[in-house]
């Protein structure tokens, strides 16, 4: 488990788990719900969107973000 898909979703797999679940949920939320008003290609293309990003964030490694919180941590309270 080191990713943020394994960590929330439960599998390293895109699209294994509940993580086939994720666009569901984004095309439901109140989020989207303003985007109703686009055209169904104009749709499909945020939706692709979404997803891509989505992916990217949940494809972060875990020990990266962690390290990289404590050298900003470090930082700021050497600055300080």
Same mark, same amino acid.
Do not use: Y
């Given at each position: 488990m080191n990713t943020v898909r394994a960590l929330l979703l439960g599998s390293d797999q895109p699209g294994s788990g509940r993580g086939n679940d994720l666009a569901e949920r984004l095309r439901g939320s109140a989020f989207t719900g303003p985007l109703r008003a686009l055209s169904p290609a104009g749709r499909t293309l945020v939706d692709r969107s979404l997803g891509s990003v989505a992916g990217r964030?949940?494809? !972060?490694d875990l020990v990266d973000l962690l390290m990289?919180?404590?050298?900003?941590?470090?930082? !700021?309270?050497?600055a300080a």
């Amino acid at each position: 488990m080191n990713t943020v898909r394994a960590l929330l979703l439960g599998s390293d797999q895109p699209g294994s788990g509940r993580g086939n679940d994720l666009a569901e949920r984004l095309r439901g939320s109140a989020f989207t719900g303003p985007l109703r008003a686009l055209s169904p290609a104009g749709r499909t293309l945020v939706d692709r969107s979404l997803g891509s990003v989505a992916g990217r964030l949940l494809d !972060l490694d875990l020990v990266d973000l962690l390290m990289a919180g404590w050298r900003k941590h470090t930082a !700021l309270a050497e600055a300080a």
